[in-house]
């Protein structure tokens, strides 16, 4: 008796909740199909550039450079080139790969070539302005 009073309840309670339920959404089919094929992509030429190069040198004489090279897609029309990054990457010197101290040593000499040009052309461009200190609320502070 108890067996069947519980699949009356199941019954009542399933039939119950079938009706309570919504409806699926009506869908129509319209038509088929077919996607639009991806354009084919246009010719270029891969090229590697360095687009950002930092040093930080102090007094001391630590050096920190850091530089960023990226590939990029060179499209040319008739009108115009246009560019498209393809890959970027960040790199620093002040990693001791062993495989890479060659390269690392002719970067920083190179480098050192660089600064001593760019020091001759900022003696011919004129030596940098002194700093002004000026005094206020008890800290220092400097002004061009």
Request: hydrophobic share 50%; proline share 0%.
């Given at each position: 008796m108890r067996k069947l009073a519980t699949i009356a309840v199941a019954l009542v309670l399933g039939g119950a909740a079938g009706a309570a339920t919504v409806p699926p959404p009506v869908m129509n089919d319209l038509e088929y199909v077919e996607p639009t094929p991806e354009p084919t992509p246009k010719p270029y030429w891969r090229k590697r550039l360095i687009t950002t190069l930092t040093v930080q040198n102090t007094p001391e004489g630590d050096t920190v450079v850091m530089f960023e090279a990226a590939d990029v897609a060179q499209y040319e029309s008739a009108e115009k080139k246009s560019f498209k990054t393809l890959a970027a990457e960040r790199y620093t010197l002040s990693t001791e790969d062993p495989k890479l101290r060659a390269a690392r040593k002719q970067v920083l000499g190179k480098l050192r070539e660089l600064?001593?040009?760019?020091?001759?052309?900022?003696?011919?461009a004129g030596p940098p302005s002194e700093l002004k200190v000026l005094k206020q609320s008890g800290q220092r502070r400097y002004e061009d």
């Open positions: 600064e001593e040009a760019i020091l001759d052309y900022v003696e011919a």
